[in-house]
Structures are given as structure tokens and as C-alpha cells.
């Protein structure tokens, strides 16, 4: 079954056992990997991690682990992230099931509306799908008065629409940042302090920000040398996703501009519709960006992002060299383009 976005809390804050599959799907991959951890809470349960991959090769796999007993007596959540179309005879395999002792939860990312498994999830009456969207204007400021409840902030829109803005709405940049300030406040769900535009001055998220904007400009631009020394400066690894996110940011803005000029408008015309939205010191950079890449190009170039993304959250690998190599490509292709 579908839940709405009014409904999908309580779905997961007091689960229905005879839901045995969840399904959390939209571009809003954060929002959604944070409905799935509300529901291990929910259930009381402990995360047993199942990769896509084992399941394309054995769809019986999803059965016989979500109808095994824990070996400690535990309640598990069997979780799949990333899930793709590879889970799609497992999950049909699961839902069919006689009986299972554990519920599945796959975070799944944007999903079109053909796909099988969206549809699957959809119209089972022991499932529950919710597509997340990336939260905008007063939505987003509510998403992040919301979250600093949870750490003991008191947030006034201005203050909220700031954060939300430093943060490019994504919840999972935004907690990171309210849990830091909650820190430098003093501030807990059982002591409640209110959260001022002085406290961001000092610590927020929008210079840190900014430096990630520019790594994505540098790459974009073809400046390999500076981009290197940048990369150079960088803290470490955890910084990583940050910066990733960051070009995936400019890269949403080029594209639909470019895919503008490509069907034939004026260059001037596509940058002026950008209005205030774009800050006056970025416009030149961004109109050379639009005319060194295709759509093709900025289409590859995301994808890339998002399989990037992916690697860092899920292996072991150095993040901070992935990011370097993924930026420098990016760097040297658009250097060729000059």
C-alpha cells in the first residue's frame, strides 16, 4: 500500500506486523534512509544488512532470511540500501511468503513510476511504499525546526530557512549541522534553548558550504591546478559526501539551462531567468559551464555523482582520494573542452 506523507509516521513509529515490507523510495535518499531508522525504533529491532546483489543471484535469500530465527532472540529489520531492480523476484518471493519472522526495509532512491518493485510495494496489502521528495520554501524550514526539536533547538523560521538553504535541504547535512550547534548552544530535548542567527555565524554550515560549491566550480571549469591545491586543504574524508553533494546541487541547476539552449533559446535569455537565484559573483562562471558541457555531458556527469555518492556511503574505500579522482576527471575532461 501507498502511505502519504501524513500518514507514513505513524505507519513506522507504531509498525503493523502484518506489514512485511517497506519500501522508502524518492530523491530524498537522506529523508528516506531516516524513515527506515524510525522504524527500527519503532520496532525495537536490530538492522541485518542484505545486499542487492545477493538477491539478484538468489531471490530465496530475502525468504529464508526474513523467516530465520535470531540467534540471540533479537527482533531484526532486514535492510537493503541501496535496492535496485535486482531485489524485484526477492521482495515478490517475500510477500508471498507463508510467514516470516522479520520485516524487510529497502531504501531505494528515485524510482520511475514503471518500476516494478514501486508497483509491487504499492499494491501489496503487506507493504508500505513512500516516496520521499526533497523539501522546499516552508516545507523545508519546517523539515528543520522539526529535526532541532529532537536535539533541543528552538528554531524560528529565518533562522530555519538559513539552515535549510546552507544545507541544500538535505536532511542529513542539516541534522549534522543542528547537532553541532546544539552542542555550542548547551543545548539537550530536556533543556531547550532557542537558536540565533550568532551561534551559525560562528560555527554554521554556509562557509563550509561554499568551499564544497567551489571544488564542484573548479572541477566543472577545467581549473586542474587550483582545484588540486583545493582538494589539498580539504580536513578529511568525512568531508567527502559534503562536497559531492555540491556538485550534484550545480549540476541540477545547469542542466535544465542547457537543455534550454540546446532547443534553440539565447544564451543571455537562459542566464538572465535565473534571477536572484543566482548569486551575482557565480554568473560568469556558470555561463562558461553551459557553454563548455552538453546535456549529454552534465546527464553523464551526474550519474556519475550519484554512483560516486553511492561507493562512499557503502564501501571501504579512501573517500577523500574517490573524491579527488571523480573531481580531477571532471576537471581535465572540461579542460579539453576549452
Not at 562558461?288 to 546527464?299: H, V
Amino acid at each position: 500500500m501507498k502511505a502519504i506523507k501524513s500518514s507514513v509516521g505513524r505507519a513506522i513509529d507504531q509498525p503493523d506486523p502484518k506489514v512485511r515490507f517497506y519500501l522508502f523510495a524518492g530523491q530524498d535518499e537522506a529523508q528516506s534512509r531516516s524513515l527506515a531508522m524510525r522504524l527500527l525504533q519503532g520496532l525495537g529491532a536490530v538492522k541485518f544488512e542484505v545486499a542487492a546483489a545477493a538477491l539478484k543471484a538468489s531471490p530465496a535469500l530475502l525468504v529464508d532470511e526474513a523467516a530465520a530465527l535470531s540467534l540471540f532472540g533479537e527482533r531484526r529489520l532486514i535492510w537493503i540500501e541501496p535496492a535496485t531492480r535486482d531485489i524485484e523476484d526477492a521482495v515478490a518471493a517475500l510477500l508471498a511468503a507463508e510467514a516470516v519472522e522479520s520485516p524487510v526495509a529497502a531504501i531505494a532512491g528515485a524510482l520511475p513510476k514503471s518500476s516494478a518493485l514501486l508497483k509491487l510495494a504499492e499494491s501489496a496489502p503487506n507493504a508500505l511504499a513512500h516516496t520521499a521528495y526533497v523539501p522546499e520554501g516552508d516545507e523545508a524550514a519546517r523539515l528543520v525546526a522539526d529535526l532541532g526539536r529532537r536535539v533541543g533547538l528552538k528554531i524560528g523560521a529565518p533562522v530555519a530557512n538559513r539552515i535549510a538553504e546552507a544545507c541544500g535541504n538535505d536532511q542529513a547535512v542539516v541534522m549534522q549541522e543542528l547537532e553541532k550547534l546544539a552542542l555550542y548552544a548547551g543545548a539537550s530535548p530536556h533543556s531547550p534553548k532557542e537558536l540565533e542567527h550568532e551561534a551559525i555565524d560562528e560555527i554554521g554550515a554556509e562557509s563550509r558550504e561554499g568551499d564544497f560549491l567551489r571544488l564542484a566550480d573548479l572541477a566543472l571549469l577545467g581549473e586542474v591546478s587550483e582545484l588540486a591545491d583545493a582538494m589539498g586543504r580539504l580536513s578529511g574524508g568525512s568531508e567527502a559526501i559534503p562536497a559531492v553533494r555540491s556538485l550534484q546541487r550545480r549540476l541540477l541547476m545547469l542542466a535544465p539551462a542547457r537543455a534550454r539552449i540546446e532547443r534553440g533559446e539565447r544564451i543571455d535569455a537562459v542566464m538572465a531567468s535565473f534571477g536572484k537565484a543566482l548569486f551575482w559573483k557565480d554568473k560568469a562562471a556558470v555561463e562558461r559551464m553551459l557553454r563548455r558541457w552538453s546535456a549529454d555531458d552534465l546527464a553523464t556527469i551526474s550519474e556519475r555523482a550519484g554512483g560516486l555518492e553511492r561507493r562512499l556511503m557503502f564501501s571501504q574505500a579512501p573517500e577523500q582520494e574517490a573524491l579527488a579522482e571523480e573531481l580531477l576527471t571532471i576537471a581535465r575532461r572540461a579542460r579539453s573542452r576549452a
